[in-house]
T-cell receptor, first 110, second 115 residues
Framework: DAKTTQPPSMDCAEGRAANLPCNHSTISGNEYVYWYRQIHSQGPQYIIHGLKNNETNEMASLIITEDRKSSTLILPHATLRDTAVYYC???????????FGTGTRLQVFP | ETGVTQTPRHLVMGMTNKKSLKCEQHLGHNAMYWYKQSAKKPLELMFVYNFKEQTENNSVPSRFSPECPNSSHLFLHLHTLQPEDSALYLCASQQASGGARSEQFFGPGTRLTVL
């Protein structure tokens, strides 16, 4: 699985968009980009995933660059409850494994 | 509520005790996982079960013994643990045939403290 690089921490004002970047420059054509988040001492929560195209669901949007070497998770209107560690994971299409890194700690402030 | 439940949520045990962690999924999935999360460390995959068969053991010490009696239930039996085994133990499930197209759903975890 390709390695990902994320900033260790970010801040965001409540009500503003939170844009969380992820670099995955060694990603290959059959690898998906997954995002999970983990609120303190809880189990990770699935957010969104994509292969090539941008994706949107009720939680967030995922923007993948055309060369697929990086992506951005967008929380359009961050709330205090979005404070969590966000994990960007690259996952080979035929594997069930999730390899977690250290993620980005997002702090949403009032 | 993710459809994956874990009991107990908190457990304190001595090094000579034997205890078991239980996980149940109500999602109709056929793959289940145990992960360990130590303080300030990333999640580490411990065991993988597909269709009740263990398909992966990531060099986990034998004092951790998994059991998967059916596709909905997963246990982690603990005996003669060490204080460094104190961690958050997380269970997850997935539709196995989905590969990377299917997301994993996690339970809330069991916070284990070994004295």
């Amino acid at each position: 699985d390709a390695k990902t690089t994320q900033p260790p921490s970010m801040d965001c004002a409540e009500g503003r968009a939170a844009n969380l970047p992820c670099n995955h420059s060694t990603i290959s054509g059959n690898e998906y980009v997954y995002w999970y988040r983990q609120i303190h001492s809880q189990g990770p929560q699935y957010i969104i995933h994509g292969l090539k195209n941008n994706e949107t669901n009720e939680m967030a949007s995922l923007i993948i660059t055309e060369d697929r070497k990086s992506s951005t998770l967008i929380l359009p209107h961050a709330t205090l409850r979005d404070t969590a560690v966000y994990y960007c994971i690259v996952r080979t299409y035929n594997t069930d494994k999730l390899i977690f890194g250290t993620g980005t700690r997002l702090q949403v402030f009032p | 509520e993710t459809g994956v439940t874990q009991t107990p949520r908190h457990l304190v045990m001595g090094m000579t005790n034997k205890k078991s962690l239980k996980c149940e999924q109500h999602l109709g999935h056929n793959a289940m996982y145990w992960y360990k999360q130590s303080a300030k460390k990333p999640l580490e995959l411990m065991f993988v079960y597909n269709f009740k068969e263990q398909t992966e053991n990531n060099s986990v010490p034998s004092r951790f013994s998994p059991e998967c009696p059916n596709s909905s239930h997963l246990f982690l039996h603990l005996h003669t643990l060490q204080p460094e085994d104190s961690a958050l133990y997380l269970c997850a499930s997935q539709q196995a045939s989905g590969g990377a197209r299917s997301e994993q759903f996690f339970g809330p975890g069991t916070r284990l403290t070994v004295l």
